[in-house]
């Protein structure tokens, strides 16, 4: 089985500051790990992806992310948000056989002018 | 291709009605994925088609829900007896299955937003 825990279903920063957003997963083999952003009434769009390799993965629009085995996480970073940042990200967890998805509850990142 | 389409949108019915969506993937994609999100939560797994066959269902997945992909193109999930617990966001995905350790992107709809009254 697996599962996901994202830490903080709301974090607020300013404009220019670092964006960091927690996830911890469980997972009985070695696992795909992905972050997702969704804006208000849209489907889900891939920041990044981790399957296998280097552990530190980088994304679209200034994103990345690091895999850590041994503390089971993979927290999103950006160095400096920006107003367009503002949405909801989903961490999620997969394996090699069926590829279906399984989400954290999501974290709404808010960014103050 | 424009990516994975949905239709409709929105959908508003009043509990009790059978209510139908469709899904159509990306062209060459034979992996088909559905997921149900209530608000304030992430989207969870309901089930999943390789080609025309349905390979899994969650146990999210009622009796009154059915889903369907005639020749391994579209598909359509239908909710018999709606019920106001079934409001919520309805997403498909599609991608490519190899089967191997590959892995290749699942690419999501804009999902059809059922409101049950």
């Known amino acids: 089985a697996q599962s996901v825990t994202q830490l903080g279903s709301h974090v607020s920063v300013s404009e220019g500051a670092l964006v960091l957003l927690r996830c911890n997963y469980s997972s009985s083999v070695p696992p795909y790990l992905f972050w997702y952003v969704q804006y208000p009434n849209q489907g889900l769009q891939l920041l990044l992806k981790y399957t296998t390799g280097a552990t530190l993965v980088k994304g679209i629009n200034g994103f990345e992310a690091e895999f850590k085995k041994s503390e089971t996480s993979f927290h999103l970073t950006k160095p400096s948000a920006h107003m367009s940042d503002a949405a909801e990200y989903f961490c999620a967890v997969s394996n090699t056989g069926r590829r279906a998805l399984t989400f954290g509850s999501g974290t709404r990142l808010q960014v103050q002018p | 291709d424009t990516g994975v389409s949905q239709n409709p949108r929105h959908k508003i019915t009043k509990r009790g009605q059978n209510v139908t969506f469709r899904c159509d993937p990306i062209s060459e994609h034979n992996r088909l994925y559905w997921y149900r999100q209530t608000l304030g939560q992430g989207p969870e797994f309901l089930t999943y088609f390789q080609n025309e066959a349905q390979l899994e269902k969650s146990r999210l997945l009622s009796d009154r829900f059915s889903a369907e992909r005639p020749k391994g193109s579209f598909s359509t999930l239908e909710i018999q007896r709606t019920e106001q617990g079934d409001s919520a966001m309805y997403l498909c995905?599609?991608?490519?299955?190899?089967?191997?350790?590959?892995?290749?992107?699942?690419?999501f709809g804009q999902g059809t937003r059922l409101t049950v009254v």
């Open positions: 995905a599609s991608t490519i299955g190899t089967g191997g350790a590959g892995y290749t992107e699942a690419f």
